[in-house]
């Protein structure tokens, strides 16, 4: 079964900053997918960035980025310029590729405070 | 307008009952997916169907049922044997091929009376 792992419960950064949360996980397949949800007051799951694990080259979306080590089995998220509607749950979650067991392995989240 | 609806928003069950969650989706996405979430928990994944008239259990199925029987609706029902069903329960769905990404409803809140 596959694990996935936030270090980092709470972070609390000054606006305009750059934040990275931290991600890694345990699995025994080579192909398989990465996610960064947000999740705001409002408790709505908003998918932030993807990255498909055969992909080499790190996802970029706008102001986030990923750094993704496969060997480490790691998967970072860094966000840019930090704004206040950053403020939100993060969750870092894994889907298998192909066949098998199907739904997303989630970690547990950190929650990211951004101050005025 | 296209999206995932849950209905209602908040639910409240009596001891004994069993309550169903509704969830509903016109993105003509083939998989469907229930998951819990706890406070200071992520996501568990209750049952799952990749399609119409198939399920799966997925890691907490138990005291839990499911249909699949259109493709747009797969409403969750929590039975009387659950017997922590306190929680926020999220339906979420994916186009087969399309990136694997799973999008989300809005969500139900469960509350035990």
């Known amino acids: 079964a596959q694990t996935v792992t936030q270090s980092q419960p709470e972070m609390s950064v000054q606006e305009a900053e750059t934040v990275t949360l931290s991600c890694t996980y345990d699995t025994s397949e080579n192909n398989y997918y990465l996610f960064w949800y947000k999740q705001p007051p409002s408790r709505q799951m908003i998918l932030v960035i993807r990255q498909e694990a055969y992909k080499q080259q790190n996802a970029t979306e706008n102001r986030f980025s990923v750094n993704f080590q496969k060997a480490a089995k790691s998967f970072s998220l860094k966000i840019s310029d930090s704004q206040l509607g950053d403020t939100a749950m993060y969750f870092c979650a894994f889907r298998q590729r192909g066949g098998g067991a199907d739904g997303l392995t989630f970690g547990k989240g950190t929650h990211l405070i951004i101050q005025p | 307008d296209g999206g995932i609806t849950q209905s209602p928003k908040y639910l409240f069950r009596k001891e004994g009952q069993n309550v169903t969650l509704s969830c509903e989706q016109n993105l003509n996405h083939d998989a469907m997916y229930w998951y819990r979430q706890d406070p200071g928990q992520g996501l568990r994944l209750i049952y799952y169907s990749q399609i119409v008239n198939d399920f799966q259990k997925g890691d907490i199925a138990e005291g839990y049922s499911v249909s699949r029987e259109k493709k747009e609706s797969f409403p969750l029902t929590v039975t009387s044997a659950q017997k922590n069903p306190t929680a926020f329960y999220l339906c979420?769905?994916?186009?087969?091929?399309?990136?694997?990404?799973?999008?989300f409803g809005p969500g139900t809140r469960l509350l035990v009376l």
């Open positions: 979420a769905s994916r186009k087969q091929g399309f990136y694997e990404t799973q999008y």
